[in-house]
């Protein structure tokens, strides 16, 4: 199971930090994705996290995120964080941690077989 939190209100150029806690297994060894879905729009992909080593991960983001947006993990913590920095009125939105087992990450959520229930994210001055 997938609990998602840390979202809230914040100012335009401000900055948050989901968390996604993992419980029931590890998810260590798991693809951690970030999504996201505004009002009245498709869920759309935030950034991917897949380990590759120990302590080696690769990290992918939309182009929306990227340079703002920072994806991590804490193996000991069982949970992924996704900072979010400079942020903008359109990443309103209702955030969602996913995870999927395997090798490879994707850009779709159809491929991701873990969800948390997500958590609101409004910026807004």
């Known amino acids: 199971q997938l609990q998602a939190s840390g979202g809230g209100l914040v100012q335009p150029g401000g900055s948050l930090r989901l968390s996604c806690a993992a419980s029931g297994r590890t998810f260590s060894t798991y693809v951690m994705a970030w999504f996201r879905q505004a009002p009245g729009k498709e869920r759309e992909f935030v950034g991917v996290?897949?380990?590759?080593?120990?302590?080696?991960?690769?990290?992918d983001y939309a182009d929306s995120v990227k340079g703002r947006f920072t994806i991590s993990r804490d193996n000991a913590k069982n949970t992924v964080y996704l900072q979010m920095n400079s942020l903008k009125p359109g990443d309103t939105a209702v955030y969602y941690c996913?995870?999927?087992?395997?090798?490879?990450?994707?850009?779709?959520?159809?491929?991701?077989?873990?969800w948390g229930q997500g958590t609101l994210v409004t910026v807004s001055s």
């Open positions: 996290i897949r380990p590759v080593g120990r302590s080696i991960s690769i990290r």
């Open positions: 996913a995870a999927r087992s395997g090798e490879h990450y994707y850009t779709s959520g159809s491929r991701y077989d873990y």
